[in-house]
C-alpha cells in the first residue's frame, strides 16, 4: 500500500455523488469522524458516509461497491461495543438512520414492517399503543436500532420469557453485493418453505448484505407487570434463588442478578434499600392478566421464602434476607432506576471498562462466578458481574485505569482468563454483543476450524467478493 | 441410464457391510420396501438401508457415499407427508432410528442431549417427569423422532405460545457427506458467535448433512392446563372470535379452528357435544399455575362471550353460541379426542386426500377459508379446513375418491388454486410439512430465483457434490 492516506478516486467520488445528493454524502474527516467508531471505542477509516433514504439507493451503492471492490459497513445507531459496524479497513459507511419509517403496524396480522433505522423503543411504544407488543429489550433500546437488532440478534432482559430478535423476524429485504435485491420469508408466522435465509441473516452482523426492510412478529400485550428485588447473604445464595424459581415452574419475564460487588457500586450512588446484610440480590420481572399477576406475585415470593428443601440435598439453600416488590409501572420504576444506575455508577469504581457479555449453560453460573471472582482477586482488579443469569448470560465487566499501565495489562490478562474460563464450561464468548472486531481474538476457543470455513463459504453465496464488513463476526 | 435396475456395486456393497454389520444393513427388495415411501406414499429407489447405531458409523457412511457419489437419505420414522425422505434417485437410506438415546437431561442447565431417534413424545415424557417441559408437540407426535422434527422445523399446537423447534435448538452435532463431524452451537440459551449455523440446519430437510446429537432447551413445566371448546352460528363468526381473544390481550398456549365441514365430519363417528347450531368451532388451550388458571379461564370466556363491540365496525362479531371447558387432563381429554378423530373421520368423507398446510398472515384467514370454501364449490369436492388458526396455519384436506378419474383430475386442479390463492394473500406454502418433493412444483409461485438459488450456494458449502436429499426441498 501507498504511504499516501486512503481515499476514494474522482470518479468513484463522483459516483456516489450521483447516488447521494447534498447532504446524503459525507465525505469530510470532520463530517466522517463520528461514523468510524461505535460504542466499543474502536476507530476505522470511512472512505465516506452515505445516508440512504430509499432501498433503490442502497442498490445503486451495492452496485457500485462490488464494481469498485469498495468495503461496505452498514450502521444504526452504532451502539454496538465489540466493533462490529467500524470501517476498520477503508471503506464507505452505511448510515441507515435516515431509513426510519414505521411501515405498517398490522393489528390482526400480528405484525410490524419497518426500515432498519426505526430506534427499537419508538416501535415498542407504536404497537404498545395499539394492544400489541415487540419483547425485545436489549439495554440500548432508547437508541439502539431495530436493523442493529437484527445484525446482533439481540437479546436484552425479556428474552428468557419471550426469546430473543431471532423469534419476531419473520421476513426481510436484503440488498446483496452488485445490487440484487433479495426478499424472504413474509407475514406469516411458521413457514418451513426452504433453508431458513431470514434467519440466517438474524445475527449475521452485516456480513452479508444491507437489511432495508424488516417484517416482525407481534404479540398480545400483557395487561399488567410486576418487579420483585430479592436480597440475599451472599452470591451463593442468589444463585441458589435462582434454582428455587425454576424449579417452582416459574418462567419469569426477566431474573437479573447483582453481585455484591454492583451492589456496592450502586451503593455509592444512591442510598440503597436493602440492609446491609444483602450480598447478592436478584431482580426479576412477572407478567400476567390483572387479575392473576397478584397471585403469580404471591408465587414467585413463596417459592423464594419458603425454606429449602434440604431432601434435594442443595447446600446452603436459604430463603433471601430482604425483599420488595411493586406491581405496575409506577411502583416498578424504582427498582429498574436501580438497575439502569450499574452501568454509569461502575465508573466511580476504575475510569475505563473491559465489557464482556459470556454465556455459560446455566447450571454452571455460580461456577463461572465464582471463578471471575478468583481472576479479580488474582489481577488484583475490581470484576463487576450481572446480568441476565436466567439465561445464563453474564454481564463482565473488568474495570481499570486507562492511565496506569499495570492495571491495563492485568485487564487484558483477566480479560484472557475469563474467556478460557468460559470455554471451560462450554460457554460462549458472547450472549449479546457478537463478536465485530473485538472477539476475532478468541474465535479460536470456540468455533473450529471447519465452522468458520463453512460460514466463510456461506458468506462467500451472498458476497462472492467479500466487501460486505470484511474480516469480521467468524 | 442401461435399463438395468440400478444397483449397488459389489464393492460398493462390501464397503457398506465393512461399516453396518449383520441386521444393520438392509439390501433386498423385501427388506427396503418399507423405507422407500414416507407418509405422503411416494415411492422411491433405496439401493440399501443402513441403520447406524454410531457417529462413527455415520461418518463412515459419508465418506464412502462422497467418494462414489451416491444419494444419500436420511429418515427417521418417516412421518413426513411430503416425500422429504424417499429416495427418488436410487441411493442409501439411512434410518436413524437405532440412535435413539436421551443421553442427558440436564434439570439445571435445562437442557436435554437426544440423538435423532428419540420420539418426540418420549423425551416429552421423560423430561416431564423431572418438572421440565420440551413444547413443539407436531400431531404426529407420538411416532415422530426429534431428529425428523428438526429436519422440518416441525410445528404443532402449542406453537401459538411456545414456538416452533428452531426456538428449541441449541446445538447440534452433524455429518457432513465426505465424513467431516461438525458442531455447532452448544448448551447456553443464548449464543451469537458466527453465523447462525444450527438454525441453517433446522428445516433444512436433510439436504446439508446427517443430525446426529442435539442439544435442546427446557422450559420449566406450567403446573395446570385447561381447554375451552367454544362453538359459533357460522365460519364467520368463529374466525371473529379468533379475534375477539388476541384483542383481550390472550396468547393461548393453542387455538385450534374446526370449519362446519369438519364438525360434520366429527359428527359421523361420534355424538357430538355442542347443538346443531354450531357451524364453527374453536378449541383452546390455556396453561399457568395452578393459582391463576381458573381466572384466565374466566377471563377467556368472557372475552369470548362478552358481545361484541360495534364501535370497532366489525360485522357479525357474535359471542358463541355454546362453550364447554375442562380443567385438568381428565376433563380436557375428550375435547382433544374429538380432535384427534378428524383425521381417522375424513376418510369418511372420501377414501383420499391431499393434505396441505398452508399458512396466511392471521387477518387473512377468514379470506383464505371462504376462499378454499369457493374452490370446492366450484370442483364439486369436499375440502375440510382446520387447525392452527393462531398462527394462521390451516391445514386443508382436499377429499376424493381415487377410484373416480374426475374427481382424481378436479383435486389435482383444486390444489393447484388453493396454492394460487394462498400466494395472492402473501401466504406460504407450508406451515409445517415442508417442500419435499410434493410442493417443489409450486416452489416458483413463492420463491424467487434469486431465493433459490443463494439455498442451492448455501447446500454447495455444505454438499458440494449434492449427494444429500438431492432435488428436496429448494
Redesign the interface.
Known amino acids: 500500500m501507498s504511504t499516501q492516506a486512503p481515499h476514494l478516486t474522482a470518479t468513484q467520488e463522483r459516483s456516489l455523488r450521483d447516488i447521494f445528493p447534498g447532504d446524503s454524502l459525507l465525505l469530510t474527516p470532520e463530517q466522517t469522524l463520528v461514523f468510524a467508531t461505535d460504542a466499543g471505542r474502536r476507530m476505522g477509516t470511512p472512505l465516506a458516509v452515505v445516508r440512504p433514504t430509499t432501498e433503490a439507493q442502497v442498490v445503486e451503492l451495492l452496485r457500485l461497491a462490488q464494481t469498485e471492490r469498495l468495503p461496505v459497513y452498514a450502521r444504526g445507531r452504532a451502539s454496538n461495543q465489540v466493533g462490529a459496524c467500524v470501517p476498520d479497513r477503508p471503506g464507505i459507511v452505511v448510515s441507515l438512520l435516515h431509513m426510519n419509517r414505521i411501515l405498517d403496524i ?6 410490524a414492517e419497518v426500515e432498519p433505522g426505526v430506534v427499537t423503543s419508538d416501535l415498542q411504544r407504536a404497537v404498545e399503543a395499539r ?1 400489541l407488543f415487540y419483547p425485545p429489550d436489549p439495554a440500548s433500546i432508547e437508541i439502539s436500532t431495530i436493523g442493529g437488532n437484527v445484525a ?2 439481540a ?1 436484552g432482559m425479556r ?1 428468557l420469557k419471550y ?2 430478535t ?2 419476531y423476524v419473520l421476513g426481510l429485504t436484503a440488498v446483496l453485493p452488485g445490487g ?5 420469508g ?12 431470514t ?2 441473516f ?3 452482523e452485516g ?1 452479508l448484505g444491507i437489511v432495508t426492510r424488516i417484517t416482525l412478529k407481534l ?5 399488567a407487570t410486576a418487579t420483585l428485588l430479592a436480597g440475599f447473604d451472599s452470591m451463593e445464595a442468589a444463585m441458589h434463588g435462582v ?1 428455587r424459581i ?6 419469569p419475564v426477566a431474573l437479573e442478578f447483582l453481585s455484591p460487588e454492583v451492589l456496592d457500586c450502586v451503593a455509592r450512588r444512591q442510598t440503597p434499600p436493602w440492609p446491609d446484610s444483602v450480598r447478592g440480590a436478584l431482580l426479576i420481572r412477572l407478567d ?2 390483572r ?2 399477576l397478584p ?2 406475585v ?2 414467585m415470593h413463596d417459592a423464594l421464602h419458603t425454606a429449602g428443601d434440604a431432601a434435594d440435598g442443595t447446600p446452603g439453600n436459604e430463603p433471601p434476607v430482604w425483599s420488595a416488590h411493586g406491581v405496575g409501572h409506577d411502583e416498578e420504576e424504582p427498582l429498574w432506576a436501580m438497575r439502569r444506575g450499574i452501568s454509569p455508577s461502575s465508573y466511580l469504581v476504575r475510569p475505563n471498562k473491559i465489557g464482556e457479555d459470556i ?6 453460573l455460580l461456577d463461572a462466578l465464582t471463578g471471575i471472582r478468583a481472576i479479580a482477586q488474582a489481577h488484583d482488579l475490581p470484576i463487576l458481574t450481572y446480568g ?1 443469569v436466567g ?3 453474564i454481564h463482565v465487566n473488568i474495570m481499570y485505569d486507562g492511565a496506569d499501565p499495570s492495571e491495563t495489562t492485568r485487564a487484558d490478562a483477566a480479560t484472557v482468563e475469563v474467556m478460557r474460563l468460559v470455554r471451560s464450561m ?10 465485530g472486531m473485538a ?1 476475532k481474538e478468541f ?1 479460536h476457543l ?3 476450524p ?3 470455513e ?2 466463510r ?6 458476497d462472492p467478493l467479500g466487501i460486505m464488513n470484511p474480516d469480521k ?2
Open positions: 398490522a393489528d390482526d396480522d400480528f405484525v394492544g446482533t440478534c437479546g428474552a426469546g430473543v431471532r423469534e440484487k435485491v433479495l426478499r424472504t413474509g407475514r406469516c408466522h411458521k413457514n418451513v418453505v426452504g433453508l431458513d435465509l434467519r440466517l438474524v445475527g449475521s456480513t404479540l398480545p400485550l400483557p395487561q434454582r425454576f424449579r417452582a415452574g416459574i418462567l400476567g392478566s387479575e392473576s397471585l403469580e404471591r408465587r454465556a455459560v449453560p446455566r447450571g454452571r441476565h439465561d445464563g448470560n462450554d460457554g460462549t464468548l458472547s450472549g449479546e454483543h457478537g463478536v472477539k474465535l470456540q468455533l473450529s471447519l465452522e468458520t463453512l460460514m463459504q456461506v458468506k462467500h453465496a451472498f463476526a467468524y
